[in-house]
């Protein structure tokens, strides 16, 4: 397995929330920047219609706002303007909950318990969704997630925007410079954050802990993610006979790829999503 385990601020328990929320916001603002959020919005939208339900299952969400993003932007499309999207975290943010749930929009919610995405059959009905978030888990969990959705017949959709595809030895080398060029990035990127706070401005320009913790989590993100090549051997033994998986590069509307996707469905006989 190409793929390796190493540190990262946002998985440390005692990495405070609201500095872990700082760094969701910022990875949203270079969704946004990119046109990362459009982009996946249409890769959303046409598994959704492939699998013909208006119901979406966030997992992972933190801050929720990528999801938010997309979710605004399905419901332009007349087939999915009663959308519903449930946002969900194995380690909720009650604040960020607080702050969605109360927006009182019906077809929005943020589940305030925790939701362990290796028990899909004991989540919320509708296609799961996993956004820059599967690389956090190790080889147990991931593959224990792909199971869970075999198992429970749950439709599952993954995007990763990084591919692993750089030989580990040139990642090394170019880390210095690298780290130095996101933490400068921050610096410009931080006015774009939607609901800046007193904090995230604090502990960017005067004491830079979060550009520092952004960059370095940014960098590790790579060797992290799991290669494509990597889902031959997380999907070895899992039994797919009433189940596919579709694992592809993911092109924008450009052409251009920008990482890839991982689209899990039951067999059409078998498909229990409405």
Do not use: C
């Amino acid at each position: 397995m190409k793929r390796i385990q190493l540190f990262e601020f946002e998985d440390q328990s005692w990495f405070p929330d609201w500095m872990r929320s700082s760094l969701t916001k910022l990875i949203e603002v270079l969704l946004r920047l990119t046109g990362l959020t459009e982009a996946t919005t249409h890769l959303v939208k046409s598994k959704l219609k492939e699998l013909n339900t208006q119901k979406l299952v966030d997992l992972g969400a933190g801050a929720g706002g990528v999801m938010i993003d997309v979710y605004q932007g399905l419901k332009k499309d007349d087939d999915l303007k009663n959308i519903q999207l449930i946002l969900t975290d194995l380690y909720p943010n009650q604040s960020v909950i607080k702050k969605i749930n109360d927006l009182e929009d019906p077809n929005l919610k943020y589940l305030s318990s925790p939701v362990d995405a290796t028990q899909l059959a004991e989540v919320p009905e509708g296609l799961k969704t996993i956004f820059n978030a599967f690389h956090h888990l190790p080889k147990d969990k991931a593959r224990a997630v792909l199971q869970s959705s075999v198992k429970s017949n749950s439709p599952i959709l993954i995007y990763e925007m990084s591919r692993n595809n750089i030989p580990l030895l040139i990642w090394w080398l170019l880390l210095p410079i690298s780290l130095v060029i996101i933490m400068v990035m921050v610096l410009f990127m931080t006015p774009f954050v939607k609901q800046l706070t007193v904090k995230q401005v604090l502990f960017t320009y005067v004491i830079p802990i979060i550009p520092i913790a952004y960059a370095w989590d940014g960098q590790a993100s790579f060797p992290r993610t799991y290669a494509l090549s990597d889902f031959d051997e997380l999907l070895k033994g899992i039994d797919q006979s009433n189940y596919k998986f579709e694992i592809k590069l993911f092109k924008n509307v450009k052409g251009k790829t920008q990482g890839y996707y991982v689209f899990g469905r039951p067999l059409k006989e078998n498909n229990n999503e409405k």
